[in-house]
Each structure stands twice: as C-alpha cells, then as structure tokens.
C-alpha cells in the first residue's frame, strides 16, 4: 500500500458522520459573503446597499491576478456593504444580504443531468480555465488557492499529470467521502476538465483505504476514463498535505520553497474541488455552495451539509441537534490543522471543509512540560524538520536562525505537537515563526 515516506502520525479518526448521506441545508434568515474567501488580494464589492441579487449574481470581483471572484448563493437584498468575523478570527469586508425567496440567475443549469466533457468539443483548455476563473473557484481542501492560477503553469513548467486529493487524513470530516459515494460521475467528469484545462493525460485520485466504499466506487466509475487511476493510499496524516500526496502517488519530492507542485510535473486539486470545477464548466454555477461536515462525540446528528456559503455557523450546527451542553471548543476544520472560532455568527465561506465541536475534555490542553529531548517530533515530521528546534528559536524571536532552519517549509500539519510526551505548544510557536520570517522575506524582496 503506497504512502509518502517521511513521517507522519495516525491519530483517532472518528470519522462519526461518515455514514451520513448529505443533505441541503436550510437557506438562512441572512447571508453574509466575506470578500476574503481566498489566497491572494480580496474581491472588490460591486454591489450596495439597497441592491436586489440572486442566486448566482455578482457581489465581488477579483481584486487581482491571484484573487477571485464572490458569488450570491441566495436572492434577496443587499442590507449592508461592511466589516464581518471570520473563521480567522478577523473582521473583513463583507456584503450583508437579507434573503427573500429563492430566485436563481439564468443560465445556471440546475437539473441532475450528467454532462460529459467528450461530448463538448467546444470546451477547449482556455475556455475551460476562463470558467473556472469566472466561476470563482478555489481550492476546496482548506487552502482556497485560486485554481485558475494553478492551471495557468509559469514559464518553463509543464504538467505532466493531475493529481486528486480526495484522502481526508483530518479527524473527523467526512465531506470529501461523502461527496465521492453521492457525486462519483460529476468529480470524474471534474477531472477530466482539469486534465485537459493543463494538457496532460494521466490522472490520479489518492484515497486512503479507510474509505474502501468510496474506493471501490471510484474505481468502478473510473473504468470508462482509462486515463484516469484510482490509487488506494495507507491511512496516515498528513497524507492530504500536497508535497506528501504527490510523494504517495508518484514517489517525486518536491523540493523547498518556493518550489511548487508543478515543478515535479504535478497539479493538485481537492475532490470538492474538482466537484466544483465541474459544476462551473458543465453547469454554469459559480461556487455558491459546498459540503461541510458539523461533527462532534457529543453533537446529536453528526452530519454531511450542503450549505450555501454565507450561512452562519450556528444555524448549521442547529440543524444538526444544537450546541451540546459540553461543548468546550468549537474548530472551524479538523481537530489537527483547524482553528478554534470566537463566534458562532461567522459565515461559512469556500474553505469551511467541517465544523468540529469539542467536549470539555476534548478542549482541555495539557499543561506544558520541560522538553525531554526524545525527538519524537523530528521522526514525525514529514517535512524533515527540527520542529523542537524550531519552536524554540520562535519563541525566542530569533528569526535569522528560524529561516536558515527552514520554517518556512513547515505545513503547520501540527504532527509535532500531537506526537509530543510533553505537550509543548510547539505548533503555536512554529506558526508565529513561521508568518514573521514570511512577511521577513516578503519586504526583503519589496527593497
């Protein structure tokens, strides 16, 4: 059975919802869209106060060539133009709109119908990417990279394969599952548009065998697009991380930042995502939507959600029992990579991949002991780091010695802290090391 090679942690899986077929949320009361829902510069609004959407309109435009653009998922009325929280815990521009009925754009084709790529020769590779781009989709794994420029190769570079993420290593979440058992056509069909979006004709799709339902499914799909391979993968985090699927899947490493996927020949997508690409290229819809796992020990239906973006998060986890009692932590992702939310009226946006509520217990953090010097962080990492060493420096505020350690490669899997006998925060410190010597290098370039 294929996995990467360096590192790398097998915590609880607790995958509670992974039985729960997905179902619509119900449309909210009213819809918040933060135009911060990607890498790169925000949208821009282009709508006011007092302006009627629908379903489908425009609300933000690319502020950039790294950007993307904001859909309405609801129809009804713009009430505000202002700041809102978001899952970062920041407060960012964002279009407030009071939802009224639910009356969709035209042009958006909503039927169930499967629309195959082979039977559109007009859809070539720029076409395909021009849709993609129009429809604002990003990266649906977490890290909300506009996929346009991911298909726009730079110079010198050539794709030579597209790789799919479809593992879901994280604890808990179930979305990307789910969505392989309910919507196998319409992700191979995605694919196939990604394929042929970077000129190459080998595809593969990376599931963990934890998941042996959604790998048989694949594969038997996968048998009328032979240029397509269903690659069953060892459970181990962080798999879904891209340097460690790529290293899984084809057994190339990509080198050190800057270094991208593309300069071992690989395109990395997420199955939410290439979901998504299909229902922009094939259907006409704009990311309006996605699937979200609210989960939890004490939640009363662990569930699989397709919700509108712009939903507040409260009205997702009411649909799903309400908040437990013991609710002691709320993350916005999984329990290893996520963030713990201070509100539960942030909205949800293209990246909110789950909702995981955590139980007292759960919540509590160990108290923080004296390193013991095992190095059980250094054979974890499947970066090849020093994260003790690097925790330390950071702390420190010695950030010369955290660049020419190489912080900058850290993926912030968090493997390091979960594997620590100790229980040293060692995550929260390589993360603060980690954007310093970044916004370091960043204005070292600017002079």
Known sequence: MKTFKIGGVHPAENKLSAGSPIREAALPKQAVFSMFQHIGAPAKPVVKKGDLVKVGTLLGEAGGFVSAPVY?????????????LDSSNSRRMAVYVDVEG?????????S????????????????????????????????????????????GCKAECVIINAVECEPYLTADHRLMLEHADEILEGVECIMKAVDVTKGYIGIENNKP??????????????????VPLKVKYPQGGEKQLID??????????PAIPIAVGAVVQNVGTAFAIYQAVMKNKPLIDRVITVTGKSVKNPSNLMARLGTPFQQLIDECGGLPEDTGKIIGGGPMMGKALISLEVPMTKGSSGLLIMNDKEARRSTPEPCIRCAKCVSVCPMGLEPYLLAT??????????????????????SCQFTCPSHRHSLDNIRLGKSTV??????????
């Open 393 to 414: 420096v950071s702390s420190q505020q010695d950030w010369e010695t955290a660049e020419n350690e190489d912080v900058v490669s850290c993926i912030e899997c968090g």
């Open 213 to 230: 339902d959604a790998i048989a499914l694949m594969t038997e799909k996968a048998a009328s697009h032979p240029n397509i391979e269903i």
């Open 112 to 155: 169930a119908t499967l629309e195959k790529l082979s039977a559109h020769p007009e859809l070539d590779a720029k076409t395909i990417v021009e849709k993609i781009k129009t429809a604002g989709i990003v990266g649906m794994g977490g890290a909300t990279f506009p996929c346009h420029v991911k298909l726009c190769p730079p110079p």
């Open 102 to 110: 639910d009356e969709w754009e035209e042009g958006i084709d909503r």
């Open 248 to 257: 899984a899947v084809i057994a190339r490493q990509v080198p050190a930042p």
């Open 72 to 84: 309405s998922s609801v129809s009804g009325k713009v009430s505000k133009v202002d700041v809102a």
């Open 438 to 447: 970044m916004g370091i290098i960043r204005s070292r370039a600017q002079k």
